[in-house]
């Protein structure tokens, strides 16, 4: 018997169920997706991105990484928001961080090493900008909430300075990126105030 057994299981109880509650998910989903949303994440197993919404299969198009980190050479993320936004056509793009952010801690500390600290060190970069205002939180914890936040805004900068939402801009598509944070400690979503629906002045 497969090691996934229990995968499969669940697998076809959640398929029967999402087909009661809507008998023609499955026949439209397998004709096409329209999902409004580009959702870019944490790879975190926490905050998973359709079940905090409570969205249905079809409305979110997803890319979550290590400290939702959207680098300008990454050419994973940037298929992803090239295809989202040309062919899907998503009217908001969400950039999602989160507090208790390992990925954040870790850089923080300065300890990865390998793949990780490469990937990590932009974060690493956002912590020495921003060390005196951080250093001056005794809390670890809130120290690294505060970096979470940072790096949303951050990455929701550059979302919105990249040549794909640009080019959508200047053909006067409707296209919004948002910058939100999720707290583990009670499952809800805060929005930081940062939305950025046209080209910002250089
Ligand atoms: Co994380």
Not at 7 to 27: K, Q, S, V
Not at 61 to 74: E, G, K, Q
Not at 83 to 94: G, Q, S
Not at 157 to 172: D, F, L
Request: aromatic share 6%.
């Amino acid at each position: 018997m497969s090691s996934l057994a229990d995968l499969f299981e669940r697998n076809r109880i959640w398929a029967a169920r999402m087909r009661r509650a809507d008998p023609d998910l499955f026949d439209r989903l397998s004709e096409d997706q329209n999902p409004r949303y580009l959702w870019i994440g944490c790879a975190d197993s926490r905050v998973p991105a359709n079940q905090v919404v409570d969205l249905p299969p079809g409305t979110v198009f997803v890319h979550r990484n290590i400290a939702n980190v959207v680098h300008p050479t990454d050419l994973s993320a940037l298929a992803v928001l090239q295809f989202a936004i040309e062919k899907l056509r998503v009217r908001d793009i969400i950039v999602c961080g989160h507090y208790g952010c390992g990925g954040v801690a870790a850089a923080i500390r300065g300890t990865a090493r390998g793949p990780l600290q490469h990937w990590l060190r932009g974060l690493r970069d956002l912590y020495m900008d921003h060390r005196d205002e951080l250093e001056s939180m005794p809390d670890q914890q809130k120290r690294a909430n505060r970096l979470s936040e940072l790096n949303v805004l951050q990455q929701v900068r550059g979302v919105a300075n990249n040549p794909i939402v640009e080019v959508a801009w200047s053909e006067g598509r409707a296209l919004t990126v948002h910058g939100v944070i999720y707290d583990l400690e009670d499952g809800h979503l805060h929005d930081l105030g940062l939305t950025i629906s046209r080209p910002v002045p250089a």
